[in-house]
C-alpha cells in the first residue's frame, strides 16, 4: 500500500469534514442568534438547543483540527513481514470471502478512505479491535462480537 497516497486521501478526507462541520457550526450558531428563535414562552428553548448544538459542532471542528495536525506529522512507518503490529500498520483481516482493510491509527476511528479503489478503515486503539491488535502478527486472529452473541474470529493476512 503507498502510505503516501494513504496519508493524502486521510487528510483530504478531515479538510472536506472540518468544512462541512464548520458550516454546520455557523449555521447553528446563526439559528441560536436570530431574532426569530426568540423565545415565546419561559419554556422555549429552541435558541438554547441551537447554541448547545453549535457549541457541540465547534467543538467537533476542533478535534478533527487536531487529528488533520496529527495526521499530517504521523510516521506511517513500512512493516515486514512477521514484524508486530503498530501504530501506523495497515491491517488487512479477512473472515471467510470477506476482506477488511484498517489503518491503526491514532485518532478519527471510523474515517473510512479510498485509496486506489481500495476503502481503507481507520480504527484506533480505544476500538475493540485496535485494543486487539498492537503486537499481533500476519496468521493471529482477533475476534470480535457478532450479532446474537457469537463471536466472528478475524486472521489477519497481511500487515503493511
Known amino acids: 500500500m503507498d502510505k503516501t497516497a494513504l ?10 469534514d472540518i468544512a462541512r462541520q464548520t458550516e454546520a457550526a455557523h449555521d447553528s ?9 426568540k423565545a415565546e414562552g419561559k419554556y422555549d428553548m429552541r435558541a438554547q438547543e441551537a447554541a448547545y448544538l453549535a457549541e457541540g459542532q465547534a ?3 476542533a478535534e478533527m483540527g ?8 504521523l510516521t506511517l512507518p513500512a512493516f515486514t513481514e512477521g514484524q508486530p503490529i503498530a501504530l501506523g500498520a495497515v ?9 477488511l482493510t484498517c489503518l ?9 478512505v479510498d485509496v486506489g479503489g481500495l476503502t481503507v478503515l481507520v480504527i484506533t486503539p480505544a476500538s475493540p479491535l485496535g485494543r486487539q491488535l498492537p503486537g499481533l502478527r500476519t ?22
Open 104 to 112: 491503526l491509527g491514532p485518532r478519527a476511528g471510523g474515517l473510512e
Open 59 to 61: 467543538r467537533m471542528v
Open 66 to 73: 487536531e487529528s488533520l495536525a496529527l495526521y499530517a506529522v
Open 7 to 16: 496519508r493524502a486521501a486521510l487528510l483530504r478526507q478531515l479538510e472536506t
Open 139 to 160: 496468521g493471529d486472529t482477533v475476534s470480535l462480537p457478532g450479532r446474537g452473541g457469537s463471536s466472528i474470529r478475524h486472521v489477519i493476512t497481511a500487515v503493511e
Open 29 to 37: 450558531r446563526d439559528e441560536a442568534t436570530s431574532g426569530e428563535n
Open 91 to 99: 491491517i488487512t483481516l479477512t473472515t471467510g470471502d470477506r476482506t
